[in-house]
């Protein structure tokens, strides 16, 4: 399968998104990631996220898109978490994530 076919298929199961980290589980390089930032079917949500361009805009995906710019060991937090799970008086304007001390976002 091609590099994009497999970017594809796991951004359809990430409302859209596809995470640098996730590079080696879809067997792709930082190599092709560069290329699916520049060839237009695919756009940088952040410098470590894409989203497939006609993906659905929805809060999900912004906050899914937040938490995969985290790194792996990222999670949703606070007010933020609350709001997710529907507690009234929470939001989700901003969006607070956390990870381990020392854990990077896997930078390119």
Known sequence: MHWEQRFRSRAE???GLLAVHQLDEVDA???HWHRAARNGRW???SPRVLRLRGAP?????RVLAAVLDGGPTAAL???SALAWLGMP???LRTIDVVRPRDVDGAPL
């Open 13 to 15: 199961q990430q409302e």
């Open 29 to 31: 390089t930082t190599k």
């Open 43 to 45: 756009e940088l949500r």
């Open 57 to 61: 805009e929805t809060e999900g995906s």
């Open 77 to 79: 937090h606070g007010p």
């Open 89 to 91: 008086g929470f939001t």
